[in-house]
């Protein structure tokens, strides 16, 4: 699977691997440049805020603080966060707005790697807590900046972020399974706080798309656009053998579903879907990867996939 960026700028907030932040180290000042403390944020918890960023040019350290204080469980280095965010770039003596979930763009998630001043300024911080980061480029990009969403390497970022609800790393979805597969399909056996163990039968793997509702979530259906974080464990039929998975990573997926950014059989299969549920995906080659296979993980133009995915949730 590659990764995707729902919106523009979420490659920010999980993007270390993404744009070739190469250091997860985070770094901090005890008494950072008063320029950069003159950043305000003004407006109530959910709402869109309004930021003021002075017309001067900012200084060098890492600037964070908590304007509204959350009562919820701290954020740890072990989940994933939903949030909302509006981000600007601060270049010299101007700044302009790079991108904003508030309204009606919905929540995002912060998932995987963060850059390391986004690191900094959340983890530890309470839910329902309101953090504003004026991070500088040694803290984000570093002096290559990110030419995908416009920031130099010279520039800093100022980010103002919600803090909603967290999701650990290594659950998938509660309940019971009500059905296993089995017959002509994949067996799954559910393993609690573990993958799912798939059984490939020895017949013929059905010629279309197959999707099979193992866990039928409480939670509303996933649109399309939405984007998704679930876990999952990718399986070839001809092989019987994992390819990959989640699980293995103690890191959930996340990726804009519907849209084209991932495999037909994902977009087809799992919009529609009720959040919370567990879902068997048999997909053929024509809804994977086509003739071309993906020889870097075994994947032959002739190969059937088997999935098991687990949808924690679906934002935007």
């Known amino acids: 699977m590659r990764r995707a960026a729902a919106f523009v700028v979420i490659p920010l907030l999980a993007a270390a691997a993404v744009a070739g932040c190469g250091s997860s180290s985070s770094s901090s000042s005890a008494s950072p440049a008063a320029t950069n403390s003159q950043v305000t944020a003004t407006g109530s918890f959910g709402a869109t805020p309004k930021v003021t960023i002075p017309a001067k ?31 600007y770039d601060w270049s010299g003596t101007t ?12 929540p995002t998630l912060f998932a995987g790697q ?10 530890g911080q309470k839910l329902g807590s309101r953090v504003l980061a004026v991070i500088p480029p040694k ?19 100022v980010f103002v972020i919600d ?36 059984s490939i039968p020895d ?33 070839i039929w001809r092989t019987k053998k994992v390819f990959d998975s989640s699980w293995s990573r103690s890191e959930p997926y996340t990726t804009p579903i519907g849209v084209g950014q991932v495999i037909k059989g994902w977009d087809t299969g799992l919009v529609g879907q009720n959040v919370g549920s567990r879902v068997l995906l048999v997909i053929p080659p024509a809804d994977g990867y086509g003739s071309a296979g993906q020889s870097s993980a075994g994947i032959k ?15 935007g």
């Open 203 to 235: 017949s013929t793997p059905p010629k279309n798309l197959t999707v099979k509702t193992l866990i039928n979530g409480a939670g509303p259906k996933v649109k399309s656009g939405q984007e998704v974080l679930v876990q999952y464990t990718g399986v």
């Open 301 to 315: 133009g002739t190969d059937t996939l088997v999935f098991v995915v687990d949808i924690v949730t679906a934002v």
């Open 163 to 198: 803090m909603i609800k967290s999701y650990n790393n290594t659950s998938g979805v509660p309940g019971t399974q009500t059905s296993d597969g089995g017959g002509t399909l994949p067996t799954v056996t559910a393993a609690t706080g573990k993958a799912p163990a798939i």
């Open 114 to 123: 963060m850059l390391p001043g986004l690191e900094t300024a959340l983890i």
């Open 139 to 157: 803290d984000a990009f570093g002096s290559s900046g990110n030419s995908q969403i416009g920031v130099n390497g010279t520039d800093t970022l």
């Open 95 to 106: 700044h302009k707005l790079l991108g904003s979930t508030f309204g009606s763009g919905g």
């Open 57 to 87: 040019k900012a200084a060098a350290s890492l600037y964070t603080k908590t304007l509204i204080q959350g009562t919820g469980a701290k954020l740890t280095t072990a989940e994933t966060l939903e949030g909302n965010f509006v981000l």
